[in-house]
């Protein structure tokens, strides 16, 4: 006789666990954060990715956005802005949800200590680089000058605002924040974010560039940070493509030799590069 | 007493760093401080473009008004940055408002003054303009970013 068994979540990297929102959080229009529980959840490291699911739905990648100090605690930033991630964005606090993960590489923040670190972040991609800036902080004297730069489309579409005032406050990161256009009564700088770039000194030999944002937004990062002085192999950039299964099989994020998914999503902008250039690869 | 004149200044900004001083001299001769309090305007649009402002301290909203959506502001620059790139084209006219954000001081550079030696010495015309292309081409590439709306929500 034989025996179905129940798959093991644990062993089984394509079946979800059954994760629970415990608080939700709305950042702007069509952004929310959750914090979540779920079984086994033992951590991640900052930069990887869970692939969350609305049962009926789907299945899609979202970065983790909390700190990689408190396992206990898991947090998602999500976007409404196609079927799922609306299915996603509309759950309330107390909802089932399918979670596999976590997956992909990480920041290389241990290869940027004892150097100038600059996190250059662009709409919702302040989401993924916020565990690193938690990192940076917790170990701030691990790092020389921290510098984060950080672009929106509007002031009221930025993310996070309380913990930017609260990171401006300090002395120890240097913050500055730029939106594409303003109405009257905003007096930040308004401009692209590698505008950024001129305002703030950092030693470019020694620096190491942590990017995340839209493609096109990284590309033009990456060129300035490089046209700064700062190595291609020293700017690492977080990227997005239509990830299903995460772990390397379905082909579906291929770019060129390497699988988003399994090889990253972090990659630096020397190995990067000739692939981002290449239309429709 | 020896009065100084604005070369000195005029050469510490970005915009003329480096350039010959017999160059410089000519362009500084079309050269004033000016100041502004935070709230006023170095320029309206539609007003002529006769000014250059090279921006020391402060810094500056350029604005515009569009119908039902009110005033917004599309950029903001500050020290070391140049206000001012109509004056190289007809009908030399400002294009949108430019506000102090806070306390501004600047050089201004008479724009009929400067396009006048230009003309009547096509090697400072050449040279004034290789330094004001870099800031073109750089307004029109930050341009044509924005215009992507690359934050924009895609599904």
């Known amino acids: 006789m034989s025996t179905v068994l129940a798959p093991n979540p644990q062993a089984d990297p394509m079946v979800p666990v059954l994760a629970r929102i415990t608080r ?32 009926g739905v789907g299945e899609i990648p979202i970065s983790i956005s909390g700190p990689a100090s408190e396992p206990d605690r898991l947090v998602h930033t999500i976007r409404a802005v196609g079927p799922v991630s609306r299915a996603l964005a509309g759950l309330a606090e107390g909802a089932a949800l ?10 290389p923040v241990e290869t940027a200590r004892g150097r100038d670190v600059v996190v250059i972040a662009g709409g919702l991609g302040l989401a993924p680089v916020r565990p690193v800036l938690y990192h940076l902080l917790e170990n701030r004297n691990d790092f020389n000058k921290v ?26 990161i240097e913050v500055a ?35 995340c944002g839209p493609e096109i937004m990284m590309r033009f990062a990456a060129r300035a940070l490089v046209d700064a002085g700062v190595a291609p192999g020293e700017i690492w950039m977080s990227m997005e493509r239509n990830m299903h299964c995460a772990i390397g099989l379905c082909g579906h994020c291929q770019l060129g030799p390497v699988f988003i998914c399994r090889d990253g999503p972090i990659f630096d902008w020397a190995r990067l590069k000739p692939l981002m250039m290449q239309e429709e690869l | ?69 009110g005033r917004m502001t599309f950029l903001t620059i500050g020290p070391n940055s140049v206000i001012g790139l109509a004056w190289l084209v007809p009908p030399y006219r400002w ?16 724009a009929t003054c400067l396009r006048g030696k230009c003309d009547r010495d096509p090697a400072l015309g050449y040279e004034v303009m290789k330094r004001f292309m870099p800031a073109i081409v750089k307004r029109l590439h930050d341009t044509r970013l924005q215009l992507l709306d690359v934050y924009g929500a895609r599904s």
Do not use: K
């Open chain 2, 95 to 110: 294009t949108y408002d430019a506000r102090a954000q806070d306390d501004v001081r600047a050089i201004s550079l008479d």
């Open chain 2, 1 to 69: 007493m020896a009065i100084e004149g604005l070369e000195r200044i005029v050469g510490a900004h970005a915009l003329f760093a480096g350039f010959g001083d017999e160059f410089l001299e000519l362009v500084s001769g079309c050269a004033s401080n000016v100041r502004f309090r935070a709230g006023e305007y170095l320029c309206r649009e539609g007003d002529p473009a006769d000014q250059i402002f090279m921006v020391r301290d402060g810094h500056v909203a350029q604005e515009i008004g569009a119908p039902g959506q």
């Open chain 1, 98 to 107: 399918g979670l596999r993960g976590p997956f992909g590489n990480e920041w």
């Open chain 1, 24 to 55: 939700r959080i709305e950042e702007v229009p069509d952004v929310v954060t959750f914090e979540m529980e779920a079984p086994d959840w033992n951590g991640f490291a900052p930069g990887q990715f869970n692939m969350l699911g609305v049962f």
């Open chain 1, 177 to 211: 924040v730029t939106v594409d256009h303003a109405a009257i009564g905003w007096h930040g700088h308004v401009g692209v974010v590698t505008s950024l770039l001129r305002n703030v000194g950092f030693d470019p030999a020694s620096t190491s560039a942590f990017v």
């Open chain 1, 147 to 172: 510098i984060l730069l950080y672009g929106a489309r509007r002031p009221e579409e930025m993310l996070f605002t309380g913990e930017l005032s609260a990171w401006r406050a300090r002395f120890d």
